[in-house]
């Protein structure tokens, strides 16, 4: 039997969206234009970052990062990310959403601006100094995800919640833009300054020394909008859902929310009281309770995620080397430095405009219409059948005439992660677990995606190697080329549909009734299968 909800929980569960939901979107959403930013610009400069340290004289083909470098300045963002998601999630349940949150915006600030200052001119302290700082900008960037999600979830109103929610994470899309516009101007403006031949024309003159200002400048203006937003984030009242129901104070609950709703709240400490009295609510993180209550909906969440991230972060950091492979960034050879990075970026803006930035929208506007589950379902259904469709005729995509239609099949992939289990993974955790584990739990469920991420972002550099030694980049072993890695992704997004059983559905309920903190008795709703 459900217990009567608390009044500050109940006008935020009923309250007409207005200024102050919009005022936290932006708020929380600027956090992750600036993870996304940071996240997916290092692979608009990876191959200038070859070009720069690792040139090789006589060589037919620029310079290269060699594998366990390239691994490690793609992979070593995603290490900090899991430990941050982790220990900030953990750190938002200890002492509160707001507390945290501002720490985690000055770690990427500082660490976006040092990335950028990487000192010393030889390779190995070049590298060892940016890997280093994009470690610890990565942790920063990491903390972000279940406190946005958290903070946002437990102001939304039940009617829109999971598109407010949709909301902030669909400004990653915007931030990947960003990365890629920023570095069209800034190699653009390079370029017209200090014109510079080809590689084949000239190879030690196709990489001008200022050429390594171009990757710094694109690394630390990431710390731009982070800063921007530091101020706001310092004036956000903390949750009521966790000062009522974890911190036990129903007055400064009320008080908060009286002054953010602008509505008068009476504070209910003896029904807070009654609450914490509840020993069946009294079970912690993993014990045989939790797991009873909530242990499947975690895997859910944890392998949902860790199989997404997997595919999505092997495509999007590694779509430069797919469009090589297509012809549709030209031969290294033929371009100077520069050239390169404008060419890189463009490609990866027009995917970004095409499909990113259109599936998180869409995403936004129906998550609320058509639920979560199914929404995952589908993105994931399609990302399965697109990846086929590209895998199994991959010869047939790789002639001239059919190159724009490779583009637009793998743009369509690009699409239906992003309208699809790319934002409902982010979504769902912070809306079914009990409030003090909800940051917790989505730093878990995050984590995990992390984990499929280095996955994706490790295995792919060598998966993808062709089976043919002579055709592989300097320094890496053969792989299985790129027509059966898209197979393999293929098989992930498949297992992907099967997890997505284990996930519930939550549109149009409260929190409370979601994780079961408003029921009485100890049976409470801990239903696994989707409720459509």
Sequence with gaps: MARDQLQV??????AKTQWYHFTAIIIAGMGFFTDAYDLFCISLVTKLLGRIYYHVPGSPKPGTLPPNVAAAVNGVAFCGTLAGQLFFGWLGDKLGRKKVYGMTLMVMVICSIASGLSFGHEPKAVMATL????????????????????IMSEYANKKTRGAFIAAVFAMQGFGIMAGGI??????????????????????????????????????MVGAIPAAMTYYSRSKMPETARYTALV?????????????????????EQQKVEEISKDKSKAFSLFSKEFMKRHGLHLLG???????????FYSQNLFQKDIFSAIGWIPPT??????????????????????????????????????????????????????????????????????????????????????????????????????????????????????????????GFLYLAQSPDKAKTDAGYP??????????????VNFLGILFTFLVPESKGKSLEEMSGENEENENSNSRTVPIV
């Excluded at 890997?131 to 958290?150: K, N």
């Design 301 to 311: 969440t944890t392998s949902t995620w860790f199989l997404l991230d997997i595919a």
């Design 131 to 150: 890997c280093f700082f994009r470690f610890w900008l990565g942790f920063g960037i990491g903390g972000d995800y279940p406190l946005s999600a958290t």
């Design 333 to 458: 050879q033929t371009m100077n430095a520069i050239q390169e990075v404008f060419k890189i970026a463009r490609a990866q803006t027009l995917i970004a405009l095409c499909s990113t930035v259109p599936g998180y929208w869409f995403t936004v506007a129906f998550i609320d219409v058509i639920g979560r589950f199914a929404i995952q379902l589908m993105g994931f259904f399609f990302m399965t059948v697109f990846m086929f469709a590209l895998a199994i005729p991959y010869n047939h995509w790789t002639y001239k005439e059919n190159r724009i239609g490779f583009v637009v099949m793998y743009s369509l992939t690009f699409f239906f992660a992003n309208f699809g289990p790319n934002a409902t993974t982010f979504v769902v955790p912070a809306e079914i677990f009990p409030a003090r584990f909800r940051s917790t739990c989505h730093g878990i469920s995050a984590a995990s995606g992390k984990l499929g991420a280095m996955v994706g972002a490790f």
């Design 182 to 219: 920023f570095a069209i101007i800034i190699s653009s403006a390079f370029e017209a300054k200090f014109p510079a031949p080809a590689y084949a024309d000239d190879a030690l003159g196709s990489t001008v020394s200022q050429a390594d200002f171009v990757w710094r400048i694109i690394l």
């Design 9 to 14: 929980l109940n006008a935020l569960d009923v």
């Design 247 to 267: 911190a036990k104070d129903a007055k400064q609950a009320a008080s908060d929310m009286s002054r953010v709703l602008q509505v008068e709240i009476e504070a």
């Design 478 to 491: 053969p792989g299985i080329g790129v027509r059966n890695s898209l197979i393999v992704l293929g098989v």
